[in-house]
RNA sequence: GGGCCCGUAGCUCAGCGGCAGAGCGGGGGACUUUUAAUCCCAGGGCCGUGGGUUCGAAUCCCACCGGGCCCUCCA
């Protein structure tokens, strides 16, 4: 960093400020290339450009040096000579290094081994790099550098930079397909009095001037619903939840999800929603319904299957949960099946736990999971003729869970009692269930329509569409602890 | 929270009781169409941190810090 620094002082020296406040470019190095390419096409003379990008290669043979730049369109090789350029302007390149940014105007032309390339007539620096970028051959390889410092990692390796614009043309499309169904986005409050809406531990903040604790959302649930009280028809929300908990491949503290909600609509029509969606940004982002999957393949084309849960865990254990309405039955049954299983999970609980571990993981391709008991989804509506049924799905794609939604429940009275036996619930021991708070239940007494909603991790999405099977990969600064002292 | 693995030069990694190593990058030199340029020269280190064992520790043991994977939990 020392003769980085001495080298910023020759530039200034030399009465060049190696931090320039603006460089106006010509072309793009893509568009430099297709420039020369239409020259050559139409026998005109070689276009004059003026690049501007990182130093990512430099090869100097004497009188002659190569520069290789970057930017965001790609590559280009400049050349700089001696004769061209005169004494000064070509023994200041040696005060150049990988990593520093340069403006290059010359003309186009090819190489003796037809690389397209600019004939340097100047060069300018537009900043120089005080810290060397990661080595060329093997590139960044360390994780812990990858995640911490995503700026080298996006450098320097070219599949992390598509897998990021591979994720915002994923979130693009999605948004696109819910606009283009008149689904109106909204923006609901991330802090808020009760983290309601889903099962998870909330995130605690506290407001000064309120002289009150607040929570960070863990889910946009509540919010979204009371806008179907307010006569909106079908909104969504892409944004940011919070839950604290473990750090793992598959979970990162805050990750984005969306949720929709379509008044008249049930959860039938939500998985035809969600189908399409997902079949939707899929095309559009990797051209293909055809997603590879470590070493097979996802099929994307709708529609996918639907099987009542408990089919599903029938299938996968051949265990019927119906035949086991008594929980010490069911955990007997489970713990049969070698499931570590907690003394003081109940039976819905147990059902989840089947769901998870021999069910989740197996279902490859995409199916849905239907009609779950009551006690696990205390805000779906109850299925008609079904006994402790509400009339929700999840859908799995790649092993994980990507998407969960429900016809939504709209008595206000049932909601009431439903919260009730979530607090039971949580008295009996279990930890995690999902609570409900006074306003939104005011907000049902003015009455909702029947409406279908979803939800859907993004990040969970993306994942299975890029192939990664690390949150962090699709991540762009994943959650770390903090460095310590060495 | 539990289990397993990892941490050595700027980067990628060898070394695993006996002088701290290689490639790339960086420095000096040669070279006017190279592209992993090539050739010559000289450098570069709290071996994650702190203890312990030993005549002697990068190497063995313990603790801690950080990371990865799996389990737990969720989405």
Request: glycine share 8%; hydrophobic share 40%.
């Amino acid at each position: 960093m020392a003769q980085r620094r001495a080298k910023v002082e020759r530039w200034r020296a030399r009465g060049v400020d190696p931090y320039p406040p603006r460089f106006r470019r010509s072309h793009t190095a893509r568009e430099a290339v297709a420039a020369l390419e239409e020259a050559e096409r139409t026998g005109h003379a070689p276009p004059r450009v003026t690049v501007a990008g990182r130093i990512v290669a430099m090869r100097q043979m004497g009188r002659a040096t190569f520069i290789d730049l970057r930017d965001a369109s790609g590559r280009l090789q400049t050349y700089h000579r001696l004769d061209v350029l005169g004494e000064e302007a070509y023994a200041a390149l040696d005060d150049l290094d990988l990593g520093d940014i340069v403006g290059v105007e010359g003309e186009m032309f090819r190489t003796r081994t037809g690389e397209p390339t600019v004939q340097a007539r100047a060069y300018s620096l537009l900043c120089k790099a005080l810290r060397a970028p990661p080595e060329k051959w093997h590139g960044l390889q360390d994780t812990e550098t990858r995640y911490r410092q995503r700026y080298l990692d996006l450098m320097v390796n070219d599949v992390v930079r598509e897998r990021f614009r591979l994720r915002h043309r994923i979130v693009q499309a999605v948004r696109r397909y819910l606009d283009e169904r008149g689904f109106l986005e909204v923006e609901t409050p991330v802090l808020q009095p009760h983290a309601g809406g889903a099962a998870a531990r909330p995130f605690v903040t506290y407001h000064n001037a309120l002289e009150r604790h607040l929570y960070l959302r863990i889910a946009l649930e509540l919010y979204l619903k009371r806008l179907l009280v307010g006569g909106y028809e079908r909104v969504y929300e892409l944004g940011r939840v919070f839950r604290n908990e473990g750090v793992t491949a598959r979970h990162n503290p805050e990750f984005t999800m969306l949720e929709a909600y379509q008044a008249y609509a049930d959860y039938n029509d939500i998985m035809e929603l969600t189908e399409g969606m997902v079949a939707y940004a899929t095309r559009e982002a990797l051209g293909s319904l055809q997603v590879p999957w470590g070493d097979t393949v996802i099929d994307l084309t709708p529609p996918w299957p639907r099987v009542p849960l408990r089919e599903a865990i029938r299938q996968h254990t051949g265990v019927d949960i119906e035949a086991h309405r008594d929980t010490a039955a069911l955990r007997e049954a489970a713990a049969a099946l070698g499931l570590a299983v907690d003394p003081s999970w109940d039976w819905p609980k147990l059902v989840d736990e089947l769901l998870a571990n021999f069910v989740e993981p197996r279902t490859l391709q995409p199916t849905f999971i239907i009609d779950y008991p009551v006690e696990l989804s205390p805000l779906a509506k109850a299925k008609p003729g079904a006994p402790g049924l509400v009339e929700r799905f999840e859908l799995f794609i790649a092993g994980r869970e990507v998407a969960n939604a429900y016809t939504e429940l709209n008595d206000p009275t049932e909601q009431r009692q439903r919260f009730q036996e979530q607090l039971r619930r949580r008295a009996a021991g279990q930890e995690e269930v999902e609570l409900g708070d006074e306003d939104f239940l005011v907000a049902l007494e003015h009455g909702m329509p029947p409406a279908g909603g979803l939800g859907v991790g993004i990040d969970r999405l993306v994942m299975v569409l890029t192939g990664q099977t690390s949150i962090r990969e699709v991540v762009l600064f994943p959650a770390l602890r903090e460095k310590g002292p060495a």
